[in-house]
T-cell receptor, first 116, second 111 residues
């Protein structure tokens, strides 16, 4: 099966510009997550979709970040306007519906965002 | 905050077993122990998880102490491709909890 794919793999933008990151989860996975690693820091949770609904967005840093998952398939994460501290690697992950299970997360290889 | 503590780094010779320890002294009865790893320039990769019993899959073995306060991930025959940062994570459910990665253990496998 195809894994989680993220686009672009790299993005370099200037402070104040807008960037949109895309994530295509594994087909059939209801759960979609966004994480990020800011330079020198740990990987941190941003938010969790179940299908098209936001289950948990407690990790979103501020209102410059907007995540969507229309139709419950792919997801986008928009940063507008970008700031220097937004630089880092943004990871997307997906998993099957949970129920009583403990289905692990499958991660993409991330988008490396550099804000100059 | 991470519920686990791990050594910052470890070395292992290629072909030998790599034993990565993890302390999780505050783990509750229903929480699982998960291991993920991140190879440079890739996303985190699931390795294995367990609740009480020892577990083994094609990648690794997980040994959990009887009191569940610590565990050890074992890579039986480490290769250079196993060089990565390994994360031990305690989790009740993906429905209710977030993965908290912490700083992990940087494993360097050398020839």
């Amino acid at each position: 099966e195809a894994g989680v794919t993220q686009f672009p793999s790299h993005s370099v933008i200037e402070k104040g510009q807008t960037v949109t990151l895309r994530c295509d989860p594994i087909s059939g996975h209801d759960n979609l997550y966004w994480y990020r690693r800011v330079m020198g820091k740990e990987i941190k949770f941003l938010l969790h979709f179940v299908k098209e609904s936001k289950q948990d967005e407690s990790g979103m840093p501020n209102n410059r970040f907007l995540a969507e998952r229309t139709g419950g398939t792919y997801s986008t994460l928009k940063v507008q306007p970008a700031e220097l501290e937004d630089s880092g690697v943004y990871f997307c992950a997906s998993s099957q519906a949970q129920g009583q299970g403990v289905s692990p997360l499958h991660f993409g290889n991330g988008t490396r965002l550099t804000v100059t | 905050d991470a519920k686990t503590t791990q050594p910052t780094s470890m070395d292992c010779a290629e072909g030998r077993a790599a034993n990565l320890p993890c302390n999780h002294s505050t783990i509750s009865g229903n929480e699982y122990v998960y291991w993920y790893r991140q190879i440079h320039s890739q996303g985190p990769q699931y390795i294995i998880h367990g609740l009480k019993n020892n577990e083994t899959n094609e990648m690794a073995s997980l040994i959990i102490t009887e009191d569940r306060k610590s565990s050890t991930l074992i890579l039986p025959h480490a290769t250079l491709r196993d060089t990565a940062v390994y994360y031990c994570i305690v989790l009740l459910s993906y429905n209710t909890d977030k993965l908290i990665f912490g700083t992990g253990t940087r494993l360097q496998v050398f020839p």
